[in-house]
């Protein structure tokens, strides 16, 4: 009961990261700007958020973007795998799940570094900056965990019924 639990916190997490990839990133991908004026759907409250905690979502240097994009149309469609599979109990998603989660890690790692070691592009608020970026390193770290089992999503084994011959 309690794997259960704890799999459905992740695919709420990976739920949630479908929809900011989706209404965040998306947009900014296909040329919306991050400006406080901005009629898309949260843009205008993420250049609040950016502001004082993320400068690099403001400027959007050339690395940001590709990062960004690639997050968006790469990353969002294997959120949405792992949020279906936490639900379903698919196993078969072990070894994809397990490459998503170690990429993300990878990428999440290299865009904390470049925020924070860049001195042009480093965050007001660098532990506002933390926390939020901690949920995509946590989720991850904790999905790899929770993938590594053989089989993550075993069912109670069923006893067979017994056949009984139809009678005549």
């Not at 739920?15 to 900011?20: D, H, P, S, Y």
């Not at 990062?67 to 070894?95: E, P």
């Not at 490459?99 to 993300?104: L, Y």
Request: net charge positive.
């Amino acid at each position: 009961m309690l794997w259960r639990i704890f799999d459905l916190s992740l695919a709420v997490f990976f739920a949630l990261f479908v929809f900011i990839s989706t209404f965040l990133e998306i947009p900014v991908c296909l040329g919306e700007k991050v400006t406080p004026d901005s009629k898309a759907f949260l843009i205008a409250d993420s250049y609040k958020w950016g502001l004082e905690a993320d400068v690099v979502w403001i400027k959007q240097p050339v690395w940001s973007r590709c990062a960004v994009c690639m997050h968006a149309f790469g990353f969002n469609a294997g959120y949405a795998l792992l949020c279906l599979s936490l639900l379903f109990r698919w196993n078969w998603i072990r070894i994809p799940g397990i490459a998503i989660c170690t990429a993300k890690l990878y990428a999440g790692a290299l865009y904390m570094a470049a925020n924070l070691l860049d001195p042009e592009m480093s965050p007001p608020n660098p532990t506002k900056f933390v926390a939020q970026s901690a949920a995509y390193m946590l989720i991850p770290l904790l999905t790899i965990l929770r993938l590594i089992p053989t089989a993550p999503f075993q069912r109670q084994p069923q006893k067979p019924k017994a056949l009984r011959p139809k009678r005549a």
